[in-house]
């Protein structure tokens, strides 16, 4: 065996002050990873709760696109409706036919004209 200097990755014996320092050196490594990890998992609770957030407005904002479709499809099938109602109003409306409708006279007059007697 030789006596020279000891081999790579064997513990050499530090010296008091040396030791003292590096264990302090030790602690601040310690408590910067713990601070690290609470502030990882502090982002990553935020990051799910902002997820989390988005998915319920998400939710929220495709029940009002169901509810507004339906709405669209009832006015539209009530206008559907109301122009076959008028469609039929304008084939035995009177006054549509009348000739006097194109005349500038006061509306009253113009009615009582175009009404059958």
Not at 21 to 33: A, F, G, L, P, T
Not at 92 to 117: E, G, W
């Amino acid at each position: 065996m030789s006596c020279g200097a000891p081999a790579a990755g064997s513990a050499v014996p530090r010296s008091a002050e040396g030791g003292q320092q590096s264990h302090e050196e030790d602690d601040k490594k310690v408590r910067r990873r713990e601070k690290n990890r609470v502030a990882a998992q502090r982002s990553r609770k935020k990051q799910t709760q902002k997820a989390d957030k988005l998915h319920e407005e998400y939710e929220s904002l495709e029940q009002e696109n169901t509810s507004l479709k339906k709405e669209i499809g009832k006015l539209t099938d009530e206008m559907k409706h109301l122009s076959e109602v008028l469609k039929d109003h304008e084939k035995i409306c009177p006054l549509l036919h009348c000739t006097m409708n194109f005349v500038t006279i006061p509306r009253p007059d113009a009615l009582s004209s175009c009404l059958p007697r």
